[in-house]
């Protein structure tokens, strides 16, 4: 009997100091607190362990989020935020009102965010779990961050029906990405894209495998994530992989790219997690290549338009460019790529100008305009080629689909047994796209031009350029290019392809042909450059800005002369040729000579 006692007595006890600890995880946060948003000094509430801090986090130059972090490791990790879309700027404030209200205002006293809590709050507090609560003097949460998670779940959190995670956009900008993971009111558990720049769902790229009725999902503290029913059975397993929650901390995270995964940090170099470096590791990830999961009929894909997807060996995504292609934004590489060529012209056949990319084991599923089979893949490449429409092929099994641009989903895998062919121009075709050779030509002697310090080479290549195409009728004896390369780079002419392309300088150019041109450009008498041109008199227009570019070509002050980037700007139309300068000076000089 007296065993029975002490037995009681120690199960009392036992129970005592438990409920003591937990009543001993916080550090109450009183009524009429508030933390200020200032330069160097994150403010903030810190947890009785400190490992998580609620306060302001400074991003970059962009201004201030009010979050939760990581506090004991150099990363700061950011678990969740209140204000991901409308960074605060230095100077704004945090307030934990006298009647419980948890408001945060920008420096002018503008409303930003608030925690709806209702009456009743008596204090605040950072829990050690990564949890801040509003709660009353009974300790009953009327508020807590785990209810409105971000993207992020920690150890102990529950996610609700009707609840989601939605990826931040970039690794450094924390506002609403591209992605999300919800339980459905329904109890489905997913994975989809985002109408981006919108709000919504679109197209789901994985699901639990589960019938309906899931009611949470939850992490628990040893690291198992799994979908649970109202009666309590476990549905879905989404991470198993158990981990010790005094040697590491947890996150399950999704990432900007997609993909949702289970993260792990060794809390200490010295504890049993030692083997591990000090920093986050994955664990697991869903799905497990998303480059191939994302195969919806409409957006993207998985990366941007004109680019493809592969898995690196970090169990993570990269987008990359076709060969031809390059980034919009290198910064933002899934806003997709932009050819760096002009597309073929549908005026006259420029196959021959046109060679392909070739990338194996590469697919971009729908989107295409055309299907055939059974071809051969020399017929796919041919067709291609000689469509002007057709950006993009895929071949396999003896069937060819083609692409228009922009192309979508595409994706590279091992797993796939199709090839690509990404249209591009070749080295030793034009950048420029014309109805007609001399365009093409005009473009060789503009870049000729930059060459020339001298007066002479200059006036010479002017005349060359205003009067030679366009006042000899139907004169298309013209050398051929050799090379244009990379805008940012120039082409060099011999003597002797210049007297070839002038026919031997069979006309003569004398000291006042330049005051001819330029005095019909100041006068708006262009049309007596070409008045025995018919084509070119119907397109004065061009002739008025093929002149102008001249003109800026020939300027003095090298400084002046735009690059041969911005000469096939201009005559693409891309750029606005400016009014150039009075060359006056010029003449005078060469006059003089």
Known sequence: MASSIKAFYFFLLLMLLSVSAKAQIHMNITLGSSLSAQHNDNSSWVSPSGEFAFGFQQIENDGFLLAIWFNKISEKTVVWSANRNDLVQKGSKLDLTTDGQLVLYDPDHAQIWSATAGSGVSYAAMLDTGNF????????????????????????????????????????????????????TDGYLGLYTNNYPLEGRNYEYWKADSTNGGYQLIFNQSGYLYLEAKNGSILYTVFSDATSPEDFYQRATLDSDGVFRHYLHPKSSVSNAGK???????????????????????????????????????????????NGYSFIDPNDVRKGCKPNFVQQSCDEDESDAFEYDVLNNTNFPFFDYEHFTPVSEDWCRKNCLSDCFCAAAIFGGEKCWKKKIPLSNMMMDASLTAIALIKKRTVNSTLLSGSNKIDRSTLILVVSVLLGSSGFVNILLLVLIIIYFFRISGRTKLFQQKNIMDASLLQNFTYVQLEEATDGFKEELGRGAFDWVFDCYKDGSLHLLVEKDDQAKDDMKRVKKFVMIAMWCIQEDPSLRPTMKKVTQMMEGSVEVATPPDPSSLISSIEAC
């Not at 497990?288 to 998985?302: E, K, L, R, V, Y």
Request: proline fraction near 5%; include cysteine.
């Open 276 to 322: 591990w470096d000090m920093a986050w590791s994955t664990l697991s990830i869903v799905p497990i290549n998303i480059c191939t999961s994302i195969t919806a009929d409409s957006g993207s894909g998985a990366c941007g338009y004109n680019s493809y997807c592969l898995m690196d060996h970090d169990q993570k995504p990269s987008c990359l460019c076709p």
């Open 133 to 184: 609560v509003l709660a009353t003097n009974d300790s009953v949460n009327v508020w807590e961050s785990f209810d409105q998670p971000t993207d992020t779940l920690l150890p102990t959190q529950i996610m609700n029906e009707g609840s989601e995670l939605i990826a931040r956009y970039l690794d450094t900008n924390y506002s609403t990405g591209r992605f999300q993971l919800a339980l459905t």
